[in-house]
């Protein structure tokens, strides 16, 4: 089974400054990587995905991630944060039939003014 | 207008009292799962399904059941519900398990449950 971990539970920052959170998997095998958002009571929504292809992605909101083979990381950037971006991140695994998902534990980015 | 339902939003039982958290999609989707969300856990895979008639086990399925006679529905079934199982509950749908349409999963809002 694959294990991904986030390292960091709650990221604080300011508005307009540069974030990245942190994403680690276990396994060296070909594997799927994503990022969900969730805010305040709701389910959980796609912001980006790694298939195969060019190992930066990008979302139509201004983040990107860089998925890293050798380093098994996929870490979640943006330049500059809004407040509108406060929201727990969740980084996710899938093997090749997409049937199982993997996700991390989470991390809290609290944008403040 | 596309989209995952679950019910109820909010649930408190006691211990050993059956219960069904329902989930319905619109989408004509061929798999279906159910997850649940604990603080410091993230989320964990309970059951999946792939078609109607064809379930399998997640990472945490003890002390639960599935069943999917129909595309649309995916009931999660607690027979004999603990404190435990106290959790936030998501059920998720994507189009099928062929690549590359599998890759995103639509969440619904989730189910709250309390088991006293």
């Known amino acids: 089974a694959q294990s991904v971990t986030q390292l960091d539970s709650q990221v604080p920052v300011f508005e307009e400054a540069p974030v990245e959170l942190r994403c680690n998997y276990s396994?060296?095998?070909?594997?799927?990587l994503f990022w969900y958002v969730q805010y305040p009571n709701q389910g959980l929504q796609l912001l980006l995905k790694?298939?195969?292809?060019?190992?930066l992605v990008e979302s139509i909101n201004g983040f990107e991630a860089e998925f890293n083979k050798s380093q098994t990381s996929f870490h979640l950037r943006k330049p500059s944060v809004h407040i509108s971006d406060t929201a727990e991140y969740f980084c996710a695994v899938s093997e090749y039939n997409f049937n199982k998902f993997y996700f991390g534990s989470g991390t809290k980015l609290n944008v403040k003014p | 207008e596309a989209q995952v339902t679950q019910n109820p939003r909010y649930l408190i039982t006691v211990t050993g009292k059956k219960l069904t958290v329902t989930c319905s999609q619109n989408?004509?989707?061929?798999?279906m799962s159910w997850y649940r969300q604990d603080p410091g856990l993230g989320l964990r895979q309970i059951y999946y399904?792939?078609?109607?008639?064809?379930?399998d086990k997640g990472d945490v399925p003890e002390g639960y059941k599935v069943s999917r006679k129909e595309k649309r529905n995916f009931p999660l079934i607690l027979e004999s519900p603990s404190p435990n199982q106290t959790s936030l509950y998501f059920c998720?749908?994507?189009?099928?398990?062929?690549?590359?349409?599998?890759?995103?999963?639509?969440f619904g809002s989730g189910t709250q449950l309390s088991v006293l």
């Open positions: 998720a749908s994507s189009p099928g398990t062929d690549i590359p349409t599998n890759e995103k999963l639509f």
């Open positions: 399904s792939m078609n109607v008639e064809v379930t």
């Open positions: 396994s060296s095998v070909s594997v799927y």
């Open positions: 790694y298939l195969s292809g060019s190992t």
């Open positions: 989408m004509n989707h061929e798999y």
